[in-house]
């Protein structure tokens, strides 16, 4: 068996109505599979106005605004009888499923009835949410669902070793893969740096720029961050926070951070010159399977303080390329920051040392993992 006799039937809970490092990697998955001879379709809820056009064939399933004031997604409803007869026709060999909602569970259900290969790739660490919204008795039992659907599958394709000790520590015994991500040096580059953009956002030459990226949301750790900003200002540490993105929280963030510039959403080469004209990121949050953003930065010589977590656990290497903390020790994230904001010379160390780092991070080579994973999976059921 090879590339051309595979037929995916991919199952998202948003590719991508609202743009996440999630759906993105998904896109660009299904981009190299189809280079590859791969057939491909695509099961998700949609909307009239999409974040971006996706990529390959994108079938529409029925989905509600998710409820607790995250109307941005989408919680399908299940498999509908027009869904299994489109999947019936398409008649795949591997079913993948991307979310552990309603959707995967029927699609993998649906997988198993008709002797078909189930996967599933982990993007988020869904079971530590809970504890950001002040209901955090439910991790354990979201842990022991979590861990079901995944035993359910044949094979789990994680981030990075870090995520697989996780599921594995769960009670995870579904074989797992290593599928990292790839990274546009295209885009995330040194180069890119421009104190002209910085000062039309009004950030001094002699400040330092403390960047956050990505959505404004609370899993992502915006009150230990505006906790940090207070300690950095207790101490009278020369810095600007520079925030690139949006979402439901952004006015929480402002809250939290008042002198904060907000650039708002950037994308494509424009994300690219915000993260590059930075002077460090600092990245608080835990719910990450790999850190798209920590990548992006090192890759732009952008060294970056993170909690000691998966996802950054994986990219950086403490001391080298940035600095891991634990995760909700404020003091030590204000240390490490502070150490930065004075050091010049660490700062270009860093810098140099994580744009280097990040060169291995190619999108083909990391996607064709996958695509060798669905062989192997397809395989070993031959050999049975």
């Known amino acids: 068996m090879d590339a051309q006799d595979l037929r995916v039937a991919l199952f998202s809970g948003n590719y991508n109505y609202t ?6 990697a998904l896109n660009l998955l299904v981009g190299h599979l189809l280079d590859r001879g791969v057939q491909v379709r695509i099961y998700s809820p949609t909307t009239d106005r999409p974040a971006f056009e996706p990529t390959g064939d994108l079938v529409s399933v029925p989905g509600l605004a998710l409820p ?8 399908a409803r299940g498999l509908p009888a027009s869904v299994r007869r489109d999947l019936k026709e398409f008649a795949p060999n591997i079913v993948h499923v991307s979310s552990p909602e309603t959707l995967g569970h029927r699609a993998i259900s649906w997988a198993l009835r008709h002797d078909v290969a189930p996967v599933a790739s982990l993007h988020t660490r869904f079971e530590t949410y809970p ?37 594995h520590d769960w009670g995870v015994t579904t074989p797992t893969s290593i599928w990292s991500r790839g990274c546009n040096h295209d885009r995330f580059t040194p180069a890119r740096r421009s104190l002209e953009w910085r000062r039309s956002m009004g950030i001094r030459d002699d400040e330092i720029a403390v960047g956050f990226l990505g959505r404004l949301v609370l899993e992502k750790g915006l009150r230990f961050f505006g906790e940090v900003v207070g300690e950095l200002k207790r101490r009278g540490v020369r810095h600007r926070v520079l925030v690139i ?7 929480d963030f402002a809250a939290l951070a008042p002198e904060a510039v907000f650039a708002g959403f950037q994308a494509g080469d424009d994300l690219g010159r915000a993260v590059a004209s930075m002077d460090l990121l600092f990245n608080p949050s835990v719910t990450e399977t790999f850190g798209n953003v920590t990548l992006e930065a090192i890759a732009a010589g952008v060294p970056v303080v993170a909690a000691d977590a998966t996802g ?14 634990p995760p909700r020790d404020i003091g030590a994230y204000a240390d490490a920051i502070q150490r930065l904001c004075e050091e010049r ?4 160390r860093m810098g140099e040392a994580g744009h280097q780092a990040a060169e291995p991070y190619v999108w083909d080579r990391v996607n064709e993992v996958v695509l060798q994973g669905y062989l192997d999976v397809l395989n070993a059921r031959a050999k049975r």
């Open 19 to 24: 743009r996440d490092g999630a759906n993105q």
């Open 68 to 75: 607790g004031g995250r109307g941005e997604y989408k919680l």
């Open 131 to 167: 504890r950001y919204y002040g209901i955090g008795f439910m991790e354990p039992m979201l842990v022991k669902l979590l861990t079901r659907f995944y035993n359910r599958v044949e094979r789990v394709f994680v981030p990075g070793q870090s995520m697989a000790d996780v599921i």
């Open 245 to 251: 993105g949006k979402g439901p929280a952004r006015d």
């Open 312 to 325: 950054a656990r994986d990219i950086l290497e403490d001391g080298v390329t940035g600095f891991l903390v």
């Open 345 to 348: 010379g660490l700062r270009d």
